[in-house]
């Protein structure tokens, strides 16, 4: 890992980008910049729906071609990274752009809906979109209903949706997609503060973000967050030769495995399983005691049950983990910087 001070690498999106021109995948672009392992990186990402959903007369079918959703900036070269390295993100500030964000209802997508791969003869729920004031300084998300006078001050919690690295065997994956490359895992817990480690599969590793949210509950039932622009801060480190199976995020107080697949029994599997692993690394104790200490001590929310597959969390709490110490200690170190 790179000790020396770097320059900050200040990375600014072509605003006025056509959306045909925008990055919609994890591997299969070219990089934009490269940045240095021990560099920060500032920069801002679009809202998934690039702006064009801005009032609750527009509907996303309506106004947004499906093919440019989740537009991710990047990829950035990360100098050094070679298939079977971990490249270490480590989210400095990740704060709204602009002062709404939004919400919205899509024709057969969501949780609680029928949908093309659980098709049915139900009708699709109606399209609707709500806009959400957010106030910076006081740190809240207004909700507002549609069908009523309600409103809602709630906490605002931002977090990027999508982060990741090119895919391996070569592959080019979606953007609205999770998988072990990271992509679009849609989990609160990708908040500032927290450092995310990534297995690298292609030299340059092709590390993007994107996909915004003002707050999102677990699950994330409708299929949409609080969707909005962000201006986000980051660190980038390089383990060489360290490998990552899957995401892995930490923070202050948790270790955290994700795991994305369908049905959701078997990203919940995949979670538990790298946790484990993780952990009997980690406390140098055998595989079954190891799952032992997870069952009885994890956590498991839920990241999204809507994306392409689903995504969760098995998180464990570091007080339950004394003598380990996750990647050497980069997390504290770079949280110390």
Not at 43 to 67: E, F, I, K, M
Not at 105 to 114: D, E, I, N, Y
């Amino acid at each position: 890992m790179t000790e020396t001070t770097l320059p900050e690498l200040r990375y600014e999106p072509d605003p006025d980008a056509p959306r045909s021109a925008l990055v919609y995948t994890f591997g299969g672009v070219a990089p934009v910049a490269t940045v240095r392992p021990g560099q920060t990186v500032s920069t801002w990402t679009r809202d998934c729906y690039n702006g064009a959903v801005r009032s609750t007369s527009h509907l996303p079918s309506q106004v947004c071609d499906p093919r440019y959703l989740n537009p991710q900036t990047g990829p950035f070269w990360v100098e050094g990274a070679e298939p079977g390295d971990t490249v270490v993100v480590h989210f400095r500030s990740i704060r709204p752009r602009e002062a709404w964000g939004v919400s919205s209802t899509v024709p057969f997508f969501g949780a609680l809906t029928s949908t093309p791969r659980t098709a049915t003869l139900q009708a699709a729920l109606t399209e609707r979109t709500w806009i959400y004031a957010l106030d910076l300084e006081a740190s809240t998300v207004r909700y507002e209903a549609r069908d009523s006078g309600f409103t809602l001050d709630l906490p605002l919690d931002p977090m990027h949706g999508t982060v990741g690295v090119a895919p391996p065997l070569g592959e080019v994956r979606s953007s609205l997609a999770p998988g072990s490359w990271g992509g679009n895992m849609d989990t609160p817990e990708m908040r500032a503060g927290t450092t995310c480690y990534l297995g690298v599969n292609v030299p340059g590793a092709l590390l993007s973000l994107g996909d915004g949210h003002a707050r999102q509950g677990e699950g994330e039932t409708c299929g949409v967050a609080v969707e909005t622009t962000m201006d986000t801060v980051f660190t980038v480190e390089l383990l060489k030769g360290v490998p990552t199976p899957w995401p892995r995020l930490e923070s202050d107080d948790f270790l955290m495995s994700t795991g994305s697949a369908r049905p959701l029994e078997d990203a919940f599997r995949i979670s538990q399983a790298d946790l484990v692993a993780w952990v009997s690394a980690g406390l140098d104790l055998s595989l079954l005691d190891a799952y032992q200490l997870v069952t009885q001590a994890c956590l498991s929310p839920v990241a999204n049950v809507v994306d392409v597959d689903y995504t969760c969390v098995a998180k464990l709490a570091k007080a339950y983990l004394p003598g380990m110490t996750a990647y050497g200690g980069v997390h504290q170190r770079l949280r110390a910087a």
